[in-house]
């Protein structure tokens, strides 16, 4: 700390000298930078950067100088590279070192690549702009200068998937602050950084307006580092999970509101989660293989192709299927024709959905089977995220939807039939009938008088009416049902018999 402060002190002072000047490239970071940055220092120089012109020099060309080295900008004179070489068409190499001390300072992809010019016109440190007010490039673009084109263009395929686009734009940290370390890169960075981020307190240099979607610095360790890509490490927390469950994991999703549209499903269905649809009582939800395998997202959905793409648009593709599954020989994804099946299972409950009276359209029946609906819809891969668990929603929500149906006639009174069939499994099918628009109820209770399901809640019309009841989580033995309106209560029994 103390070093800082007499650092900034002697700075400001040089500062005061240079604040409008133009500002030059300086180069070499083994002697500009690591007397303060010596870790950054370190870790870059073990990086592919450090050594994307010396390592490849036998073979780079003129044309490719720009992306291997630091500083390429043929409008300034800022002592770039391009300043110190030049073209010779034909000549073997065909460019022509026109000063070579000057671009052994520059070459290869240096700090000053990401971070701008760092010098004096005598390169000397500038620290007009060190300590300047500063706001470091967590963009894409920069890294998109170089990481684009014939060299796979990773940027042009990154500018095309959602992560790109960023948040949704309600989410803002006065109100959702729990929601900032997944949708944008700054904060996410500090928080698998930083182990005291704390998303309500956490300042964003250049403030919130400065904020970016998922870019290359999120996934990607900008200094380098031993992993595959220089893919960032995850906090201990997720040892056990690769970089894309970081985000893609939905840990917050702690509960199941029928009410409402399911979200963050992908991440709940590939883990199996049990807030993953409306997992009827007593039945058991088995995960498919796919969840896991480890990597899983990147294991589908990032692949590098013999085409020059990149895998960055994080789209699932053909060639990720034919890895495991040999006879894999599609145009899409529909293997052993499961999406077709999980499609026929969706239309099939929406149809019953669609046909449901209003009356319906409020059971506990309907809304379970709804969400299950709109959890299959929105899991985005008709099923091959994790096959058994989709089809086993889908087939239990269609099972228990056999609907409050209403049938013609109004009768005199209030009548609670005998369900029938009885004894029954699992469905059983209970008439009643309502002289008087009124509100109704029907529940189920063990033996015990415990409450276990309550199959009709509403305002209805004078009219005979069913609904039914599927028992398949429950256990073997006798259970009753209650009609409840202002006027009128009844009691029946019915049995199960497994
Ligand atoms: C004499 C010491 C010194 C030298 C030499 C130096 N820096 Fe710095 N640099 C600092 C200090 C001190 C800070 C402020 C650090 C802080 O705010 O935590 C800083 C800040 C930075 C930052 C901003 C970090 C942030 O948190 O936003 C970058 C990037 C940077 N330096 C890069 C470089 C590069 C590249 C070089 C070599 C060309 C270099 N520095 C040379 C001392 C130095
Ligand atoms: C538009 C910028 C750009 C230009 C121009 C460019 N490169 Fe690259 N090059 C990159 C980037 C970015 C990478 C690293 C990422 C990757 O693997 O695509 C790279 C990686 C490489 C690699 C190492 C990885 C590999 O694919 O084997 C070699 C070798 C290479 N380039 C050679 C060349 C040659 C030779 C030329 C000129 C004919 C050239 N580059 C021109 C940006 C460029
Ligand atoms: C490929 C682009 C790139 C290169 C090359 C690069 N940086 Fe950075 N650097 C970044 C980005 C982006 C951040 C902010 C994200 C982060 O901290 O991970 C950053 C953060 C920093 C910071 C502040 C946070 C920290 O890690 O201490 C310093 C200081 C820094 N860089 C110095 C350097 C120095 C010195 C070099 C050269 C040895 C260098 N950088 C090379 C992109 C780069
Ligand atoms: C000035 C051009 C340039 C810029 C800017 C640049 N890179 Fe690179 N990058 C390269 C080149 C060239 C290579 C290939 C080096 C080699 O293989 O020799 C490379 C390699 C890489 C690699 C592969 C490293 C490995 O070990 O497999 C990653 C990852 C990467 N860059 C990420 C980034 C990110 C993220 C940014 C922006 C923060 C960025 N780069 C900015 C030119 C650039
Ligand atoms: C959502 C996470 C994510 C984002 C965002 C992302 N990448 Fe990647 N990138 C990956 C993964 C995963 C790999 C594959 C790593 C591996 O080899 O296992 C990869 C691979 C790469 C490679 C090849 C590394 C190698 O050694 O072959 C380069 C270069 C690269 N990315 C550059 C970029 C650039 C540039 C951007 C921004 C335009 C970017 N990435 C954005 C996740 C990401
Ligand atoms: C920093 C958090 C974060 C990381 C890390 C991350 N993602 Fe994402 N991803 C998101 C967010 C947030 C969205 C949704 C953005 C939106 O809808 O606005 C998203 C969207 C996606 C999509 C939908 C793409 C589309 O265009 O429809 C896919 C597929 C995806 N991510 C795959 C991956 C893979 C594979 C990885 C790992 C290589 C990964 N993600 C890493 C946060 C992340
Ligand atoms: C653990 C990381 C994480 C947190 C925390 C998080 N999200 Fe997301 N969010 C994601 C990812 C990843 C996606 C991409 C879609 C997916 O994989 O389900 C996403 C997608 C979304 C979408 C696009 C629609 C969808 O569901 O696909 C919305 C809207 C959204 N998030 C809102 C929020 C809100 C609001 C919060 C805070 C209450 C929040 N998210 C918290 C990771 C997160
Ligand atoms: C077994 C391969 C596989 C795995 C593993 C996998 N996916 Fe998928 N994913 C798919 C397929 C196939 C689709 C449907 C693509 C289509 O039909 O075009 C898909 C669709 C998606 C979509 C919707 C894309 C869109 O266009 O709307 C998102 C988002 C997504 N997956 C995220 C993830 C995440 C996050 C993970 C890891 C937690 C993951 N996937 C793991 C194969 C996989
Ligand atoms: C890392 C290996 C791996 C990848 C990649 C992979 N699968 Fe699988 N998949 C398996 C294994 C193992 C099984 C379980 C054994 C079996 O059914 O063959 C499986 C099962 C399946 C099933 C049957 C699921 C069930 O529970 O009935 C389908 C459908 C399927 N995969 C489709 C795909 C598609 C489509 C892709 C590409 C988007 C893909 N897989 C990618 C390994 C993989």
């Known amino acids: 700390m103390k070093q800082k402060i007499l650092f900034a002190a002697i700075f400001l002072l040089l500062a005061a000298a240079s604040l409008s000047a133009q500002s030059y490239y300086i180069g ?26 010396t390592n490849h020099q036998s073979f780079l060309s003129f044309e490719c100088m720009k992306c291997h080295n630091t500083g390429w900008d043929t409008e300034t004179v800022n002592y770039g590279v391009d300043e110190y070489v030049t073209s010779n068409p034909g000549g073997t190499p065909d460019y022509t070192v026109t000063d070579q001390t000057n671009f052994d300072l520059v070459k290869n992809v240096q700090c000053e690549s990401c971070h701008g010019t760092q010098g004096t016109s005598n390169r000397q440190i500038d620290f007009g702009t060190h300590f300047g007010p500063r706001v470091t490039d967590f963009g894409a673009e920069k890294c998109g200068t170089c ?23 309600f989410i803002n940290r006065a109100s959702y602050s729990s929601c900032m370390k997944c949708h944008f890169t700054q904060d996410f960075v500090a928080y698998v950084t930083d182990p005291a981020y704390d998303a309500t307190t956490f300042q964003v240099e250049g403030g919130d307006e400065n904020l970016k979607p998922i870019t290359c610095v999120a996934c990607h360790d900008p200094h380098g580092n031993s992993n595959d890509g220089n893919l960032r490490n995850v ?10 469950d970081v985000c893609h994991n939905a840990a917050h999703v702690t509960s199941v509101n029928l009410t409402r549209n399911p979200s963050h499903t992908k991440a709940l269905v590939i883990d199996g989660s049990p807030f993953f649809g409306f997992q009827y009582p007593g039945q058991t939800y088995e995960n498919s293989f796919h969840t896991n395998i480890s990597n899983r997202c990147e294991s589908c959905h990032v692949h590098k192709g013999a085409d020059d793409a990149t895998g960055h648009k994080f789209l699932p593709s053909e060639e990720k299927c034919q890895q495991c599954h040999a006879d894999f020989n599609l145009t899409g994804f529909d293997y052993r024709g499961v999406q077709t099946e999980i499609m026929g299972l969706i239309d ?23 969400y299950n609906l709109r959890s299959a819809q929105a899991e985005g891969s008709y099923g091959i995220h994790n096959t058994k668990l989709v089809r086993k929603l889908l087939n239990d929500a269609i099972g228990s939807l056999t609907g409050v149906a209403s049938e013609n006639g109004v009768p005199a009174t209030y009548q609670l039939a005998q369900n029938y069939p009885n004894p029954f499994n699992p469905a059983t099918t209970i008439k009643f009938s309502v002289p008087e628009a009124s509100n109704v109820k029907i529940t189920v209770y063990d033996a015990l008088g415990k409450e276990i399901s309550v199959l009709v809640n509403e305002y209805l019309t004078p009219g005979n009416y069913n609904t039914s009841w599927n028992a398949a989580g429950n256990a073997s033995g006798i259970y009753l049902y209650k009609l409840e309106t202002t006027g009128f209560t009844k009691v029946m029994k019915m049995l199960l018999v497994k």
Do not use: M
């Not at 990481?147 to 734009?169: I, L, M, Q, R, V």
């Not at 997720?238 to 894309?244: G, R």
């Open 28 to 53: 070499n970071p083994s002697a500009n930078c690591a007397g303060c940055h010596s870790e950054a220092v370190g870790i870059w120089q073990a990086s592919k950067h450090a050594g994307s012109f």
């Open 348 to 370: 099939q409950l929406q149809a019953k959905l669609d046909a449901a009276t209003s009356a319906d359209s409020l059971t506990d029946t309907f809304l379970q089977a709804r």
């Open 235 to 244: 906090p201990d927390a997720f040892a056990d999970k690769p970089l894309c």
């Open 147 to 169: 990481h684009n084109d014939k060299h796979h263009p990773y940027f042009d395929e990154w500018t095309e998937s959602t992560h790109s686009s960023g948040a949704p734009s």
